[in-house]
């Protein structure tokens, strides 16, 4: 079992900056890949930003240039991802989502609002 625990967001005025960090623990060894996902009202879950193991991302196109993702693994009990967004538009709000991929199994956190109006 993979745990995953979401911090960092809030709200912010557009054009502003937020941090994501999503701690994974647990049997976090053979993880492939860390990423984050969106969901806003009355729409359906989408893809932020993905990293593998190798260090390979993947964005969508909407957050190129203003998002970046990267993570950090300690040891073999804990690895965090970070979601850095800057530039923030309206449009990116949302609930934002920690996805852990182990073994093709996927481990999802429990979300964090992000907000952004003046």
């Avoid at 960092?8 to 557009?14: D, F, N, R, T, Y």
């Avoid at 647990?26 to 593998?52: C, D």
């Amino acid at each position: 079992q993979v745990q995953l625990v979401e911090s960092g967001g809030g709200l912010v005025q557009p054009g502003g900056s937020l941090r994501l960090s999503c701690v994974a623990t647990g049997s976090i060894f053979s993880m492939n890949a860390m990423g984050w996902y969106r969901q806003a009202p009355g729409k359906q879950r989408e893809l932020v930003a993905l990293i593998t193991t190798s260090a390979v991302t993947n964005y969508a196109d909407s957050v190129k240039g203003r998002f970046t993702i990267s993570t950090i693994s300690r040891d073999n009990a804990k690895n965090t991802v970070y979601l850095q967004m800057n530039s923030l538009k309206p449009e990116d709000t949302a609930v934002y989502y920690c996805k852990a991929v182990r073994s093709l199994t996927s481990y999802w956190g429990q979300g964090t609002q992000v907000t952004v109006s003046s």
